[in-house]
């Protein structure tokens, strides 16, 4: 079982910058993919972004490509989301997630682990 809380959210105006951090329970983490999905009000939860086991290989929602950027370090079972020139449509709450997966897994549904969620609040 592998527990995994988030910090780091708030609110910011647009063009600034935030980061998410994703703490987990367990060293074993370290054997999975992990991601970060968002939600918006009255939306589907989407997919931001993924990062393989050992950190080499990451991929990106097409939204955020470019001005997000993820990393982990598996000495510390974290992983992180860099989030700069936000905008407010990047509003919405950040889920940190994890499960054996390939790395660009974008649904939801393949991951089992996830975390509370961080709210993030851009505004004009």
């Known amino acids: 079982q592998v527990q995994l809380v988030e910090s780091g959210g708030g609110a910011v105006q647009a063009g600034g910058s935030l980061r998410l951090s994703c703490a987990a329970s367990?060293?074993?983490?370290?054997?999975?993919?992990m991601g970060w999905f968002r939600q918006a009000p009255g939306k589907e939860r989407e997919f931001v972004a993924s990062?393989?086991?050992?950190?080499?290989?990451?991929y990106y929602a097409d939204s955020v490509k470019g001005r997000f950027t993820i990393s982990r370090d598996n000495a510390k079972n974290t992983v992180d989301l860099q989030m700069n020139s936000l905008k407010p449509e990047d509003t919405a709450v950040y889920y940190c997630a994890a499960d054996r997966v390939p790395v660009p897994t974008t649904t939801p549904r393949a991951y089992s682990y996830w975390g509370q969620g961080a709210q993030v609040t851009v505004s004009a």
């Open positions: 367990s060293r074993t983490v370290s054997t999975y993919t």
């Open positions: 990062i393989s086991r050992s950190g080499i290989s990451t």
